[in-house]
């Protein structure tokens, strides 16, 4: 009842406003099948490939060239209706589960206030976000020393934490192909359990487009009160670094990446875990794409993963298509379809097809 309030002050708020206000409601609907090893087919109801997000934009135009807009978003599971963490911050189940900030920009570049999404994940996955297939790109930053695919704010571990809350960030305007954005966590208040008080977080990253090519840089780092990891609460204490890029040669576009990661293990202890992947997107016709992606770490026990994926595009925009994607992940407890369990002693194999819309 509470979310559902809230969801409707959100909505009288955005619509006493559009007289002086663009707004507009988008929106993404992956509904698809699953199966892993051979078990039972399930339906994938946060999206196997695209994943299903709704969300809220509405932006005012200002004196001197300035512009205020709000955002709002959330991820729902298609399958029961329930809205869900999705990539965003789970602790509370909070309706506005991956963004809910203001923002001001202008010439000077736009500062943002609220949850956002990290610019480091943006820049870890810049070489594979070439194709939609979260499939491949989320479980290759899964392998970042994290079996965790979980929430942003104080517990989430460094390449699966998306989205974070009480967070202010900076993103300049584009210069000459070049363009970058740093992002501070201030503290939250005390009854956010998405948060503590005796953590900091940061990122930055950085981009640069040239004609068919892109290069993305990022760090992030978390300090606070040393807790032991575990699957459910990682270390609040880790760093990362990443390079990434791609390059798009006709029909053909490469895509490859660096991750970093380095997460403390005692209060004394760290573990350093590096993780490459590549990936290649092929437009086969006007209507069919088809893409081959790996990644693999280098802990002690070494996790990989291989992902092939193909989407039919049913309209010339590409907004809505038919997908098949499937992979195979080796000693990784992230599942080789997104939202699915893997096997960290041993390997699984996965398929998942569907239907994606955009609005």
Partial sequence: MRNTKIALAVLALVASTAAMAQASVYGVVDAGVSQVDGGKTSFGGFGSWAGNIMGLNASQDLDNGMKASANFELGYDLGS????????????????????????????????????????????????????????????????????????????????????????????????????????????????????????????????????????????????????????????????????????????????????????TSATASTKVNVFYGIVSQKVSDTLIASLGYAQNNATTKASMLNIGLQYNLNSKGTTYLYATGGQGNKTAVGPIYATAGDATSSTKGYAVGLVTGF
Avoid at 135 to 154: D, E, K, R
Wanted: no cysteine; glycine share 16%.
């Fill in 81 to 264: 209706g329930n809205n869900g963490a999705n990539g965003g911050v789970a602790a509370g189940n909070p309706f506005f589960n991956r963004k809910a900030n203001a923002s001001l920009s202008g010439e000077f570049g736009t500062v943002t206030a609220g949850l956002q999404f990290t610019p480091f994940v943006g820049a870890a996955i810049g070489g594979s976000a070439i194709t939609n297939n979260q499939s491949f790109y989320v479980t290759s930053l899964g392998l970042a020393g994290s079996n965790v695919s979980g929430a942003g704010g104080a517990t989430a571990n460094a390449s699966t934490g998306f989205f974070i809350p009480n967070a202010i960030s900076y993103s300049t305007p584009s210069i000459g192909g070049f363009s970058a954005k740093v992002l501070s966590q201030v503290t939250g208040s005390t009854s956010n359990t998405n948060d503590t008080n005796d953590s900091k977080y940061n990122a930055y990253a950085a981009s640069y487009a040239m004609g068919d090519a892109t290069i993305n840089a990022g760090y992030q780092k978390r300090d606070g009160t040393f807790t032991a990891g575990t699957a459910a609460a990682p270390s609040t204490n880790y760093s990362s670094m990443t390079v990434s890029g791609s390059y798009a040669m006709g029909a053909t576009t490469l895509g490859a990446g660096y991750i970093s990661h380095d997460v403390n």
